[in-house]
């Protein structure tokens, strides 16, 4: 399926979920991520349950540190 990740398009594997998605883009550490599908954050406890669809428009934010 084609979603988009931070604007850029990408072709992933069918009906993959939040956190296969987290994995396949290999972040390593997931505590200053979020994530929204749309206009819409979800929450980390939800990851392994919401699943992908062909489309879908995905924003992922990683906190970082600095000044």
């Known amino acids: ?3 988009k990740v931070n604007k850029r398009e990408k072709i992933m594997p069918d ?7 987290i ?3 290999s972040y ?3 505590s ?3 994530l929204a599908i749309g ?3 979800i929450p980390k ?6 699943k992908l669809f062909d ?10 540190c600095g000044g």
């Open 39 to 41: 206009e819409e954050v």
């Open 23 to 25: 994995k396949l883009l």
């Open 15 to 21: 009906n993959i979920s939040v956190s296969e998605l």
């Open 45 to 50: 406890a939800q990851w392994d349950n919401t």
């Open 1 to 3: 399926m084609k979603i």
């Open 28 to 30: 390593s550490d997931t």
């Open 55 to 64: 489309g879908a428009n995905i924003t992922i934010i990683q906190a970082t």
């Open 32 to 34: 200053g991520i979020a």
